[in-house]
C-alpha cells in the first residue's frame, strides 16, 4: 500500500526537476536512488529519497562526478562541503566542441545520449551547453572552412535529442500542455531546441509548431487545442508580426508569453502591450521568476 508520504516517479520530477530517465539511469547504472516499488514495479519515492535527489544535483553542480557520487552519500557529506569543480564541466564542454568540429557524428550522439541522460537538464544548459553555444558562435562568425557542416551536424543531433525527449515524455504523466511557436523562419536556432528540450525534460507536454511565417493563422491553434501559447523567438520581428502576436495575447490573455532575444528586441512595444514576455538565452528565460510563475501558474490550472 502507498503511503501518503510517497509519491511516484512523474511527481518527484516534477518536484525536484530531474527527469524520469536520469532517475533511471542513477539507479541502475550508479545505484543511486533506491525507491519502494509496487506489486507491479512501479516506483514510489520517500522524502529521505528526494532529499538524496537534491544532494546529488547540488554536487553535480558543483562539478562532482556522477560516479562518485555514492562514495559522497555513504560519507554522509552535503554538497556544500565539496569544492566546487568547474574544470570538470568545461572539461565536458571540450569533449563536445572537439568531436563537433572533428564531425564525428556517430561520436556525438551517443556523448549526448550519455549526458542528457546522467545529468540534470537544466545543469547540464547552464553548465555546459549555453557556455559552448557561446563559444561555437564565435567560432562561426569567423566562418572557418566547413562551418555550415557543423552547424547542421549540431541541429541534426539536437533535433535527434528533442524526438527522443518527446518519445520518453508521451510515457510520462504530464504536468502542463503547451503550444510551442517558434519564430525564426530562416533555421532553428540553438537556443530554441534547448528551450524545447528544458520544456519536456519538465513535464511539460509541447505541441510543436516549428518556423511559423504567417503569424494571423494562430487563432488556428486556438480553435483546435486550447492550450497555452509559448511564442520563441530569437529576431527582430516586423510591425506585421508584432500586431499579430498583440492579437494572440487578446485571445488567449494570460495563457500566452513570448521568450527569448525577441522579447529583449521588442521589449518596449511588448511591455506596453502588457504581453507577458522574457528575454534572454534559454536557460536564463528558463530560470527566472517570471517564467517560472507563469508555468507554474499554468501546472495549477491543469
Same mark, same amino acid.
Given at each position: ?6 509519491? =511516484? ?6 518536484? +525536484?526537476?530531474?527527469? %524520469? ?26 522524502? *529521505? =529519497? ?14 562532482? %562526478? ?7 552519500? *555513504? ?8 569544492? +566546487?569543480?568547474?574544470?570538470?564541466? @568545461? ?9 563537433? $568540429? ?5 561520436? &556525438? ?6 549526458? =542528457?541522460?546522467?545529468?540534470? !537538464? ?9 557556455? &559552448? ?7 562561426? @562568425?569567423?566562418?572557418? &572552412? ?16 528533442? +524526438?527522443?525527449?518527446?518519445?520518453? %515524455?508521451?510515457? @510520462?504523466?504530464?504536468? %502542463? ?17 534547448? !528551450?524545447?528540450?528544458? &520544456?519536456? @525534460?519538465?513535464? $511539460? ?11 494571423? *493563422? ?11 501559447? $509559448?511564442? !520563441?523567438?530569437?529576431?527582430k520581428m516586423v510591425t506585421r508580426e508584432i500586431n499579430q502576436v498583440v492579437k494572440a495575447k487578446a485571445l488567449w490573455g494570460r495563457d500566452s508569453i513570448v521568450i527569448g532575444l525577441v522579447a529583449d528586441i521588442h521589449q518596449k512595444v511588448l511591455a506596453n502591450m502588457e504581453v507577458d514576455h522574457m528575454g534572454g538565452n534559454a536557460i536564463t528565460c528558463w530560470q527566472s521568476s517570471c517564467y517560472q510563475s507563469w508555468v507554474e501558474r499554468l501546472a495549477l490550472k491543469g
Amino acid at each position: 500500500m502507498q503511503s501518503e508520504d510517497e509519491i =511516484n516517479i512523474s511527481e518527484v520530477c516534477q518536484q +525536484t526537476g530531474v527527469a %524520469a530517465v536520469t532517475l533511471r539511469a542513477w539507479e541502475r547504472r550508479y545505484g543511486l536512488i533506491k525507491p519502494k516499488r509496487t506489486p507491479k514495479g512501479h516506483r514510489l519515492y520517500s522524502q *529521505a =529519497n528526494i532529499q538524496e535527489i537534491m544532494k546529488i544535483v547540488g554536487w553535480l553542480n558543483r562539478g562532482v %562526478a556522477i560516479s562518485k557520487v555514492a562514495e559522497l552519500l *555513504a560519507a554522509a557529506k552535503t554538497p556544500t562541503q565539496v569544492s +566546487t569543480n568547474e574544470e570538470s564541466w @568545461q572539461q565536458v564542454q571540450q569533449d563536445l566542441l572537439r568531436t563537433l $568540429i572533428d564531425l564525428k557524428q556517430r561520436s &556525438l550522439n551517443p556523448l549526448l545520449d550519455k549526458l =542528457n541522460k546522467s545529468m540534470p !537538464f537544466e545543469s547540464l544548459c547552464e553548465k555546459v551547453y549555453q557556455p &559552448l553555444l557561446r563559444q561555437l558562435m564565435e567560432r562561426w @562568425q569567423s566562418k572557418p &572552412l566547413g562551418y555550415q557542416l557543423e552547424q547542421q551536424l549540431w541541429q541534426q543531433c539536437w533535433q535527434r535529442q528533442v +524526438t527522443l525527449m518527446a518519445l520518453r %515524455a508521451d510515457k @510520462q504523466k504530464s504536468r %502542463a500542455n503547451c503550444w510551442l511557436v517558434n519564430l525564426d523562419i530562416q533555421e532553428s536556432t540553438f537556443d530554441y531546441w534547448l !528551450f524545447y528540450a528544458l &520544456l519536456l @525534460q519538465s513535464g $511539460i507536454q509541447i505541441n510543436a509548431i516549428n518556423q511559423v511565417s504567417d503569424l494571423s *493563422a494562430l487563432p488556428r491553434l486556438r480553435n483546435s487545442l486550447e492550450q497555452p501559447l $509559448i511564442i !520563441f523567438g530569437d529576431n527582430k520581428m516586423v510591425t506585421r508580426e508584432i500586431n499579430q502576436v498583440v492579437k494572440a495575447k487578446a485571445l488567449w490573455g494570460r495563457d500566452s508569453i513570448v521568450i527569448g532575444l525577441v522579447a529583449d528586441i521588442h521589449q518596449k512595444v511588448l511591455a506596453n502591450m502588457e504581453v507577458d514576455h522574457m528575454g534572454g538565452n534559454a536557460i536564463t528565460c528558463w530560470q527566472s521568476s517570471c517564467y517560472q510563475s507563469w508555468v507554474e501558474r499554468l501546472a495549477l490550472k491543469g
